[in-house]
């Protein structure tokens, strides 16, 4: 936490200046490639459209893994993680990376995942 | 960046008595991701206890149904899939702010919320037809996990379309001009914030099957 | 949750030019009057009015300890029945947790932080009034259930199901203390935003993080934790909540919900809780031992680091309270290993402090007293704790007053005994006038052996076999000589609190008869001794420079040719006097008080009726749209320029609130 702010002091001077919003078009792709991956997901709904979806374990794979993809590009660049100061990422990372562990560690305690 | 723009916090030397805050960065900002941190924790207990319950359909061998017997995949999708989209309009909204194009900013604004509200009915209707399948609020352990879970989101976009709501009447009234790029983008934060948590919600508690 | 995005919506009200308020508010314009105290902003004020707060709920969780001890005293009493019991057993803990010690613990926050950090305020300062008042009204709402809910809660302060349901709690006392707690709960959460805000970007020039009081890195541990911990116990109080009140079904066993739930989500919020409770006194230690003993800190950044690892492990060891609830032999041996290892930090703060006493010149006037008090009660606190960290032993243990002993030593040894050394070691900087040192000195020596005799016999009581929370107990069992005992050193507590209300009064009294305490009198480290005391409004004439940790020390004290500590200036020398004038600072609000106003409405409304949430709602609403149209800085508000001063503080400002900036900007152009 500590580093993180004389860091940031250096990063922030550094790129000041060089972060610029990306281009709406930019947006539009994103939310293109966001679309895309919902697609995906929902087809593993329809189990016979693929066959490979129909064990339960490569669909959860798959759809965990779109879920990170699709969670990271909103934080990075509809939230602007990407362009801003380091800090606020780690804010949120830490509430992130906390609520993940400890949750994981209650579920355990339920035996939730056996 | 937004930040620059309003205050900008170039130089910070340790010793220039003229910066803002000592680190360089918005007070503001920073409070609402502090904030978004904050709600991690809270969303991840929701969506934990529904993942503890959502097959308990309570006791007796007449089991009454549980959300999971009954959730509408493709209708879901579609919600889901107008909230993503939400995300979009909100970027756009901000980035016609920064070019101080005014009436775009509304447009997309009010997009926003309009996409937000859609979600919204979406949900009611959903929550309604569970309540005439005989999935109520009461019934069982899974399904009051359920409402409680959603309909804290729900809760949270509503907010948020209340705050998208009052900006659209502030730019109308021509108060918000390039210089309050940073109060769009953090409502814009809370917005994409709640959309990411949809993200979760619909692959762990919609898609994901459950044996 | 709502109220912390608002007043970052608000630039949507962006009136913020010369526009009156709505409603019939008008806005208050500073003075000393009670209409200041309801909107003032001031982070000393509120740091006051929790100060206060805290104390007076101390006294009510104080007498709910007495009737306890009263009816304990010997076997059969007869003083309370079963079902009052009960309730008195659940609210002093209660009270004691979330009204007295985490109020204490933010009244200095308030008052410390900005100051040890070089500030002129808090990040959001109409957002920390608006903390207060809703700590307040939560307060009040849930110790109205002794009035209006029939009862106080009677699930123990922890409240596990199936207690709290409503078979067995059907009182409305429950209900009181979810909706309560949840209020309080918000109050703290916002508390811990804007602390953390004010600690990470408004530090002075040169304030690096590793230049910060350990008191400062202590509470900003604390808010982190609040930050984080909070949202689990509003999980639980909501799922609570909605059990009793909507007919959910969560922790009700017979309809398959799982009292488990309840208490791992308690516990997650519980364990962490205990930490916030404890290291804010962590940081007042490290704040007097220091100046007592004419050293600096031992291992500073050790220091820093343990209570940083005290609060990343309070995540990890929640469930060791759970070893008897049947969490099967998995979870028990890996948190009894985590519960273990968390004694490390501990130890490693308890080494420092003795380190920066070994050698020094210890001066033991009362803070310092109570400090080394502190350390000493929470050593042995400590010890008990790691007795149960072993599953087999805790199992003995559990549920007996052996607890009850060893939470007591921890949370009212380390704790409260902390607090007190604060009060006395910062009661000049806050009121201008010393607490009298003789009156002092009884206080802590009638309180610690209180103290000891109070709790050091449960211990025993516990190993004897006496369970916690039982109403009266049958003679013949051994029981009677240590339950008496007990019962008069409770007694002996009370009446070194009523000491130091004495004290305070005749301090008070005499103030005007002795010399002022100065800037600086106990020749302490740390910035906030640079200022007059009582602090000036605007904290600080010049905001400091600063070089070096302990920078108020090394401003008096330099190095001879020898290495040796010399005095290099006097205190009048060095320190600020206070006269600087026009200073800007944000103006007062009403705003704040009305927001909180609505929340115990919208509680109210849902246990007795819906319609009250609705007026309770709206007021909120109305507060909030009124409190974003309202500017930060006030247009009309009478201040001079002083150019250095003006744009120094212009630039807190801005940082503070968006809307000030554009207020600040329109009127440039």
Not at chain 2, 196 to 202: A, L, Q, S
Not at chain 3, 582 to 600: E, N, Q, Y
Request: proline share 5%.
């Amino acid at each position: 936490m500590t580093d993180t702010v004389t860091e940031t002091h250096l990063e922030h001077d550094e790129d000041h200046g060089a972060h610029e919003h990306p281009s709406d078009w930019v947006y539009i792709k994103i939310a293109l490639i966001l679309a895309l991956f919902t697609g995906i997901e929902v087809l593993t709904y329809f189990e016979s459209a693929l066959p490979f979806f129909e064990n339960n374990s490569v669909t959860i794979a798959t759809l965990m893994f779109l879920m990170v993809v699709k969670f990271y590009l909103v934080a990075t660049w509809f939230m602007h993680l990407r362009f801003d100061n380091p800090i606020f990422g780690r804010m949120f990372v830490a509430g992130l990376v906390l609520a993940t562990a400890v949750y994981c560690i209650f579920l355990s305690a339920f035996e939730f995942w056996a | 960046m937004a930040t620059a723009t309003i205050d900008s916090p170039d130089t910070h030397d340790d010793h220039d008595e003229h910066h803002a805050t000592s680190t360089g960065i918005s007070n503001t900002k920073l409070a609402m991701w502090t904030f978004l941190g904050s709600e991690c924790l809270l969303f991840g207990g929701l969506i934990s206890t529904y993942l503890l319950y959502k097959t308990r359909r309570g006791p007796g061998p007449d089991n009454t149904a549980i959300p999971t017997d009954i959730f509408d995949i493709p209708f879901t999708s579609v919600s889901s899939f107008v909230l993503l989209m939400s995300s979009l309009t909100m970027v756009l909204a901000l980035s016609a702010l920064t070019r101080g194009d005014n009436a775009a900013t509304r447009a997309w604004l009010l997009s926003t919320a309009m996409l937000g509200s859609v979600f919204i009915g979406g949900q009611v209707y959903e929550f309604t037809g569970f309540i005439r399948e005989g999935v109520g609020f009461t019934h069982n352990p899974a399904s009051s996990a359920f409402f409680t879970l959603t309909g804290f989101h729900g809760v949270h976009v509503s907010l948020g379309i209340l705050m998208l709501m009052s900006l659209y009447v502030a730019s109308k009234q021509g108060k918000l001009t390039p210089k309050h790029t940073e109060t769009v983008e953090i409502v814009g934060l809370y917005w994409h914030f709640v959309d990411v948590v949809w993200i979760f919600i619909f692959t762990v508690i919609y898609l994901i099957p459950v044996d | 949750m709502a109220i912390i995005e608002e007043p970052l919506a608000l630039t949507s009200g962006e009136a913020a030019t010369a526009e009156r308020p709505l409603g019939g508010l008008t806005r208050p314009q500073g003075g000393n009057g009670w209409r200041d105290w309801l909107s003032t902003v001031d982070h000393k004020k509120i740091g006051i009015m929790y100060g206060v707060s805290a104390m007076f709920f101390f006294v009510v969780g104080g007498i709910e300890a007495l009737l306890i001890r009263w009816q304990l005293a010997a076997p059969e009493g007869q003083l309370l029945s079963a079902e009052v019991y009960n309730q008195v057993f659940t609210m002093h803990g209660v009270t004691m947790v979330f009204l007295f010690i985490m109020p204490l613990a933010a009244a200095f926050a308030n008052y410390l932080i900005p100051l040890q950090i070089g500030a002129r305020d808090v990040a959001f300062p109409r957002l920390n009034a608006l903390s207060f008042w809703i700590w307040i009204s939560g307060a009040i709402f849930l110790n109205s259930s002794w009035i209006v809910g029939g009862g106080g809660a009677d699930c123990g302060w922890f409240c596990y199901s199936p207690n709290s349901g409503l078979a067995f709690s059907p009182s409305h006392g429950v209900d009181f203390y979810a909706i309560g707690l949840q209020i309080a709960g918000i109050a703290s959460l916002l508390g811990a935003v804007n602390l953390i805000v004010t600690v990470l970007n408004m530090r002075a020039p040169g304030m690096s993080l590793f230049r910060m009081p350990i008191l400062t890195w202590m509470l900003l541990v604390t808010q982190f934790l609040l930050l984080f911990a909070l949202p689990v116990i509003t999980v639980a109080l909501f799922l609570l909540m909605f059990d009793r009140l909507f007919d959910a079904q969560f922790f009700n066993p017979a309809t398959g919900g799982d009292p488990l739930l309840w208490q791992h989500l308690f516990w997650i919020f519980g364990h962490p809780e205990v930490y916030i409770i404890i290291l804010p006194s962590f940081g007042i230690i490290s704040e007097i031992i220091p100046t007592f003993s004419r050293k600096p800190i031992f291992g500073y950044s050790f220091m820093v680091f343990s209570g940083i690892a005290i609060g990343f492990m309070g995540w990890g060891v929640w469930a060791h309270h759970m070893f008897v609830s049947g969490i099967g032999p998995f979870s028990v041996a890996a948190f009894s290993l985590s519960t273990m290892f968390i004694a490390v930090p501990t130890g490693v703060k308890i080494l420092n402090w003795l380190a920066t006493m070994w050698g020094g010149k210890l001066l033991f006037s009362t803070p310092m007293l109570f400090a080394v008090g502190a350390v000493a009660m929470f050593t042995i606190g400590g010890l008990s704790g790691v007795t149960h960290a072993l599953a087999p032993a805790d199992t003995q243990q559990t549920d007996t007053y052996y607890i009850v002993a060893h939470f007591h030593y921890v949370i009212f040894g380390g704790g409260v005994l902390g607090l007190m050394g604060g009060l006395y070691f910062w009661w000049p900087k806050i009121f201008g006038h010393m607490l009298n040192e003789t009156w002092g000195k009884v206080h802590f020596w009638i309180m610690l052996i209180g103290f000891n005799l109070t709790f050091g016999p449960m211990h025993v009581l516990g190993l004897q076999g006496m369970s916690r929370r039982i109403d009266t107990y049958s003679p013949g069992f051994g029981f009677e000589l240590w339950n008496m005992v007990a019962t008069i050193g409770a007694f002996i507590i009370a009446l070194s609190v009523l000491v130091f209300f004495y004290n305070v009064w005749r301090s008070r009294r005499d103030a005007p008869n002795l010399p002022a305490p100065g800037p600086d009198p106990w020749d302490a480290r740390s910035l906030e001794w640079m200022i007059p005391s009582p602090t000036p409004e605007h904290n600080f004439d010049e905001v400091p420079v600063v070089e070096s940790e302990d920078e108020w020390w090394h401003r008096k004290y330099g190095y001879d040719e020898n290495k040796r500590v010399v005095r290099i200036a006097t205190i009048e020398e060095v320190a600020q006097d206070g006269s600087a004038e026009g200073v800007h600072l944000p103006a007062p609000s009403f705003w704040p008080l009305v927001l909180a106003l609505g929340l115990p409405l919208i509680g109210y409304g849902l246990i007795f009726n819906l319609w009250l949430c609705v007026l309770g709602g709206a007021l909120t609403g109305l507060a909030l749209y009124s409190w974003a149209l309202e500017p930060v800085d006030d247009p009309d508000a009478d201040h001079g320029h002083d150019d250095h001063h003006d744009d120094d503080d212009g630039g807190d400002d801005d940082a503070a609130e968006p809307e000030a900036v554009t207020s600040g900007a329109e009127g440039g152009e």
